[in-house]
C-alpha cells in the first residue's frame, strides 16, 4: 500500500502565480455548491476540526467547519486564498484541461495536487473542461473524473472522494499561532479518491489518530468549488 500520511507540498509546492486574475470558480458545477457545503459532518471528525483548528464548537457541515477555519486564519493574522492550493510536482492527483488550456495560475496544461478537492475545482475557475485523475492510496488503480460547468462524470461511477483531519496533532498550538502550512499537515494528506465505498473503508480502518468521511463524487466537486470560492473571498 503506498505511503498516504506523509505531506510534502510545504517543501516543494509549485509557485503560483499570484497576479493571475479569477483564480476563484466563476462557473457552476451541476451540484449546487450550497447544498454541498451543507453536507454533514460526522461526529468524531467534527470534534476533530474542532480540535485541530481551536473552533468554538464541532461544525455541523462542511461550511460552519469552513467558516470556523477561515475564521480561526484571521484571528491568526494569515490570509488563505485560492493561491495557497497545494500544487506540487509528483503528487497522487492531477488536472489536465481540455484543448491545452493553462491551468489558472501556472502556464501548463496539467498540474498536480496533494489533495484532489483542489484539481476537481480547477475546471471551474474559468469554465474550461478537464479531466482529473487520482490514483488510489490502496492501490495501483486510477479513478478519473470528467469535470465540466455542465458535466460530472466518474469512471469508475461508484467512486468516493475521502475528506480528513490529523485528530491528534498537537503542533498547531492555539488559534493565534495557525498558518496555512498547518492544514498542508492536518488535511491534505486526507483528500483522496477511492474506486468504492468499501476500498475507502479499507484506507479508512487503517488510519489510526485520522478522522475522516467520504463524499459522492458530484458532492466532491460541489465542495471543492465552494472551498476554492471562499478562498477567493478571503483576499
Excluded: K, Q
Amino acid at each position: 500500500m503506498a505511503d498516504s500520511n506523509r505531506c510534502e507540498c510545504c517543501s516543494d509546492r509549485i509557485a503560483i502565480d499570484d497576479t493571475d486574475p479569477g483564480r476563484a470558480p466563476t462557473a457552476d458545477p451541476p451540484v449546487p455548491v450550497e447544498d454541498a457545503m451543507a453536507t454533514p459532518i460526522p461526529d468524531d471528525v467534527g470534534a476533530a476540526m474542532e480540535g485541530a483548528y481551536d473552533l468554538d464548537a464541532p461544525p455541523a457541515t462542511i461550511a460552519e467547519w469552513l467558516d470556523g477555519v477561515l475564521a480561526a486564519y484571521r484571528a491568526a493574522g494569515e490570509t488563505v486564498t485560492a493561491d495557497d492550493m497545494c500544487a506540487v510536482d509528483d503528487a497522487r492527483h492531477e488536472v489536465e484541461l481540455d484543448g491545452g488550456a493553462a491551468v489558472p495560475g501556472t502556464d501548463a496544461a496539467a498540474a498536480e495536487y496533494i489533495c484532489v478537492l483542489d484539481p476537481l475545482a480547477v475546471p471551474f475557475i474559468d469554465g474550461t473542461a478537464g479531466t482529473v485523475r487520482s490514483e488510489s492510496p490502496v492501490s495501483d488503480a486510477t479513478i478519473e473524473f470528467r469535470v465540466s460547468p455542465s458535466e460530472i462524470s466518474v469512471d469508475p461511477e461508484t467512486a468516493v472522494v475521502s475528506l480528513g483531519i490529523d485528530a491528534e496533532d498537537d503542533d498547531t498550538g492555539s488559534a493565534s499561532e495557525l498558518t496555512f502550512e498547518d492544514t498542508y499537515e492536518l488535511l491534505c494528506p486526507y483528500g483522496h479518491a477511492f474506486r468504492d465505498e468499501a476500498a475507502y473503508e479499507r484506507w479508512d480502518a487503517e488510519r489510526d489518530g485520522i478522522a475522516t468521511m467520504s463524499l459522492d463524487a458530484e458532492t466532491a466537486v460541489g465542495v471543492a468549488v465552494g472551498i476554492a470560492r471562499r478562498l477567493d473571498a478571503a483576499e
